[in-house]
Nanobody, 125 residues
Framework: QVQLVESGGGLVQAGGSLRLSCAVS????????MGWFRQAPGKEHEFVAR????????HYADSVEGRFTISRDKAKNTVYLQMNSLKPEDTAVYYC??????????????????WGQGTQVTVSS
């Protein structure tokens, strides 16, 4: 069983920055992709970014491209989401996810088999 624990959320003013972390509980861990999704109040889950666990290749949603950076530290079994130039529309609960089996696209929720509990990010205007 894999547990994902997010941290780093909080309240920040527009234009500010936050860094989210997602720690994997299992010491021996491998995956195809790690991803970040978010859900704003009254909206569906939205893909934010994903990274190849193997080679570190990232991919971003258009809405965050150029502002957010996803990275991973394989030695620490941790994935990060550096969020800069935050906007009020970035306000959401952010979820970390892991794709540990080959199950299709890493750009949609069904592509992942483990999820964290979420961390709230609130951006004030």
């Amino acid at each position: 069983q894999v547990q994902l624990v997010e941290s780093g959320g909080g309240l920040v003013q527009a234009g500010g920055s936050l860094r989210l972390s997602c720690a994997v509980s299992r010491r021996t861990f491998s995956a195809y992709f790690m991803g970040w999704f978010r859900q704003a109040p009254g909206k569906e889950h939205e893909f934010v970014a994903r990274i190849s666990w193997v080679n570190g290749n990232p991919h971003y949603a258009d809405s965050v491209e150029g502002r957010f950076t996803i990275s991973r530290d394989k030695a620490k079994n941790t994935v990060y989401l550096q969020m800069n130039s935050l906007k009020p529309e970035d306000t959401a609960v952010y979820y970390c996810a892991a794709q540990t089996t080959a199950r299709g696209s890493a750009l949609i929720r069904s592509g992942y088999d483990y999820w964290g509990q979420g961390t709230q990010v609130t951006v004030s205007s």
